[in-house]
């Protein structure tokens, strides 16, 4: 059975279930102020983590990634045990940070979720914008957003082609934001105004679906 942590207000519009990125765990301070501005936004959040870092978390030892099948199965597990105990209740999203986003989007269509949301997609690596990961993306009919960092090195705005993409998955640049929502000090904005703004725009995105 999986850990899980979860945030809600007390009249939830919508739950989110969140995956983490590659490199930090479901409590990092990236995912705890955004599951609480996601909370005040009216959206209840479940975090969990892929079976590496739950590992990392017994043993204090870092460890790469799962493997893709490995992250996709615990992704289907997670679903189908937050599904059981949400019931009919509300509608029941899933998403994540960067990897995790990444590898909600490539489950979405098959569990037929009500929709899903990333907070930074790892469109390529940084610096080879040739190896884009979004061949999935026009086969999805379930709705999407992507929110992204306009200064996002894994994927910025002069190298997105949404072409192919349906017109149910929805991409939203947040100006200034890094990978992180981290933002030069020279605009003037902060970490955590750029996260209100993606946490504000999810549950717009809620709101709009349903």
Known sequence: MHQ???????KPLATLILAHGAGAPMDSDFMN???QTLRDNGVATVRFEFPYMAQRRLTGKKRPPD??????????????????NHGAQRPLLIGG????GRMASLVAEELQVDAFCCFGYPFSPPGKPGKIRTGHFANLT???????????????????????????????????GDHDYRARKSSGLTQAEIICKAASR???????NW
């Not at 940070?97 to 995790?100: D, L």
């Not at 999810?202 to 709009?208: R, T």
Request: hydrophobic share 45%; aromatic share 10%.
């Open 4 to 10: 899980f942590i979860a945030l809600s207000p007390a």
């Open 33 to 35: 102020l955004l599951c």
């Open 67 to 84: 493997r893709e099948p490995v992250l996709l199965q615990c992704w289907r597990d997670v679903y189908s045990q937050v599904k059981h």
């Open 97 to 100: 940070k960067s990897m995790g």
């Open 142 to 176: 379930v709705p999407g957003l992507i929110l992204q960092g306009t200064r996002d090195v894994f994927g910025k705005e002069d190298e997105v082609d949404t072409s192919t993409w349906p017109a149910s998955l929805n991409l939203v640049w947040l100006n200034e």
């Open 202 to 208: 999810a549950a717009a995105f809620a709101k709009e």
